[in-house]
Each structure stands twice: as C-alpha cells, then as structure tokens.
C-alpha cells in the first residue's frame, strides 16, 4: 500500500473552499466536518491563525451562515503559498 501526504497549505485551501459552498449538499453538519478536521490540523501544526465569517450579516451561533468562514494563513503557510505562487 503506498503512502501519502499533504501540506497544511493544501488542507486549508479545501478546507476554505468547501466551507464557502452554498450548493445543496453544503449543510451545516458538513461544514462543521470541515471545521473540526480542518481546526485539529491548525492547533496541531501550530498555523491557527483565526477565521472570518463569509458574511458578518449572517453569522449567528448555530446557523448556516456561523459555519460558513474563512480561515487566515498563518506566517508559515503564507510563505509557503508564496513559494508555491513563484514556482508556478
């Protein structure tokens, strides 16, 4: 069986896209999904750097809106997605 892995970098730019869906399949208990994944690896890499609200009109606890966010890079990852940038 081979083995693979991924960067932080890639985890959180799907994570962020995932998280700014609005199809049908987008529900709230998906976007939570992402987030409790996508928090672990943050905290656990040491790159959590907060989050905003895809619309602060509609971001109330609990609601669809609330779980629709944007994750900031942390220094680490904006360097490496610079780096990336250049080299493509």
């Known amino acids: 069986m081979s083995r693979k892995t991924t960067s932080v970098l890639e985890m959180l730019e799907h994570a962020n896209n ?6 049908e399949y987008a529900t709230k208990e998906f976007k939570i999904g992402v987030i409790c994944m996508l928090e672990g690896v943050l905290h656990a890499t040491g790159n959590y750097s907060g989050f905003m ?3 602060n009109e509609d971001s109330d606890t609990g609601t669809l ?8 890079y942390s220094s ?7 780096a990336k940038k250049r080299s493509a």
Do not use: E
């Open 18 to 23: 995932m998280l700014k869906r609005t199809d």
């Open 53 to 55: 609200f895809v619309n």
């Open 65 to 72: 809106g609330y779980y629709s966010r944007q994750y900031f």
């Open 76 to 82: 680490t990852i904006a360097a490496a997605s610079n």
